[in-house]
Nanobody
């Protein structure tokens, strides 16, 4: 079971990036997926995630700038990030909750670096 995130990079303030995350592993039944981030010297924090059904939670700092979306058939989740700010600089991690052979499971991806220059 793996989560593979991609799409990070270096962008100027005001620019956009789109992150993608794919969950692999046929035994992993995905229930929810989301994105977290960790900036240097700070705790890992929620960016956006599906909380159940089509309900979504966003961090206040990214509301109206970031949009999470998903493709359940492909077990993928995306994060469209617009109007990026230097304070968005962090390693972004994909997260998924589901079951593996009937047992609850939480899986983390390795992360993808997002750097926003001023």
């Amino acid at each position: 079971v793996q989560l593979q995130a991609s799409g990070g990079g270096l962008v100027q303030a005001g620019g956009s990036l789109r992150l993608s995350c794919a969950a692999s592993g046929t035994i992993f039944s995905v229930n929810t997926m989301g994105w977290y981030r960790k900036a240097p010297g700070r705790e890992r924090e929620l960016v956006a995630e599906y909380t159940g059904g089509d309900s979504v939670a966003y961090a206040d700092s990214v509301k109206d700038r970031f949009t999470i979306s998903r493709d359940n058939t492909k077990k993928m989740v995306y994060l469209q990030m617009n109007r990026l700010k230097p304070e968005d600089t962090a390693v972004y991690y994909c997260n998924a909750h589901g079951t593996i052979l009937g047992a609850p499971a939480e899986v983390w991806g390795r992360g993808t670096q997002v750097t926003v220059s001023s």
